[in-house]
């Protein structure tokens, strides 16, 4: 009789039933770890995006320095005023008006004060062919005499006066009308050839701007708006839910840290360029930082316009200058780019050690 052969019953024989699960686990623990990659690319995402807003929300200068820094203009004003400059009206400008300005004050931080005379006493200026120079030259004679123990220079279109804790820059301006037709105002007022919202209170008018002397001394004045600007820069960063503000104050940070290839104010406008031609929308502050680095070799390379105006602010720069710009711009890039490949492997601390090294210490 010959011997019977059994087969196995999957069900009864654990060995068989084990292997069974066995096949089974590999796909179900792959599900979970995954799961749990995600779960870090996400962590990461959010950690590191909250990182970049408390960077930019930390930069900017706190309500007791704007104090002191309107202190100081009131002093300065006050002096000149007492030594026969007849002033229309003066204001602090540029960063601080932007809100854009940084800390920690020192002796690089500029404060930029717009000093607008009368054109009936100091009218000369105004429509002198060698104006610019002799209306700077004359406020630095006043502020040495205010200030003897510090350093009063000529810096380009401003009288720069060295204190311990920050750097006052004295721009003499007149009201735009005093120096230019005010039926021929210049350049039309329109931005990639959109024109302008219309402004309350008529500050649609170019000529309700200011002139300053040329920014790289060619004896000529030219056409500044600071409140027609910080309109126009505001309506953009509520229209990005305030990322403009983040970005711009981050990028200005890394322009200090890499020895200011280009000015402040330079930096800031291809900030507002980027949000008015290039930036998506809804997108993160982690992401437009990427993004705006992405496009930042070109910004340096090619023209950059104030808005108001259009006046040329990277006229100056030679093409050695704007290429050691377009190189450090580049090489943030590329660190950026390192950064976003750590954070999305869900590796904060090596992702944020990386963005660090574009922003600096304070990036936490």
């Keep these: 009789m010959g011997t019977q052969r059994t087969t196995p019953n999957p069900r009864s024989d654990g060995g068989t039933a084990a292997a069974a699960s066995g096949s089974r686990r590999p796909s179900s623990q792959q599900s979970l770890a995954d799961q749990d990659d995600e779960d870090g690319r996400q962590e990461a995402t959010e950690e590191i995006e909250e990182s970049h807003q408390e960077h930019a929300e930390n930069a900017k200068i706190t309500d007791r320095q704007g104090q002191e820094m309107e202190e100081r203009k009131d002093s300065v004003v006050g002096y000149l005023t007492e030594d026969g400059f007849h002033i229309k009206e003066s204001s602090i400008y540029g960063s601080v008006l932007q809100g854009t300005a940084t800390r920690p004050l020192d002796s690089e931080t500029d404060v930029d004060i717009l000093v607008v005379l009368d054109e009936e006493e100091h009218g000369e200026w105004a429509k002198d062919g060698k104006g610019t120079r002799n209306a700077l030259r004359a406020v630095k004679r006043t502020l040495e005499k205010k200030y003897p123990n510090h350093d009063v220079s000529i810096d380009r279109s401003v009288v720069a006066v060295q204190f311990s804790d920050f750097k006052v820059e004295v721009t003499p301006a007149f009201d735009y009308s005093a120096a230019h037709n005010p039926e021929e105002p210049g350049d039309p007022v329109t931005v990639g050839g959109v024109e302008l919202p219309v402004l309350p209170s ?17 004896e000529s004045w030219t056409g500044t708006n600071p409140r027609r600007f910080q309109s126009m820069y505001e309506a953009v960063d509520e229209n990005n ?10 990028a200005k940070k890394w322009n200090e840290k890499n ?16 949000f008015k ?9 982690t992401e437009h930082m990427h993004r705006f680095f992405r ?4 910004y340096m390379q090619s023209e950059t316009r104030e808005p108001v105006y259009q006046e040329r602010l990277d006229k100056g720069m030679s093409s050695k200058e704007r290429r050691q710009a377009a190189g450090k711009a580049y090489n943030a890039q590329e660190k950026l780019r390192e950064a976003k490949r750590l954070q999305e492997q869900g590796k904060t601390e090596k992702a ?3 963005y660090r090294e574009v922003y600096g210490d304070n990036f936490k």
């Design 352 to 354: 944020k050690e990386k």
């Design 259 to 274: 020895g200011k290839p280009v000015s402040s104010f330079h930096m800031v406008n291809m900030a507002y360029k980027y």
């Design 295 to 298: 496009q930042l070799p070109d």
């Design 241 to 250: 839910n305030g990322k403009l503000q983040q970005v711009a104050v981050t």
């Design 202 to 218: 008529g500050r649609d008018d170019p000529n309700q701007g200011y002139v300053i002397p040329d920014t790289y001394g060619e």
């Design 277 to 285: 031609q290039d930036a998506p929308s809804n997108a993160s502050t």
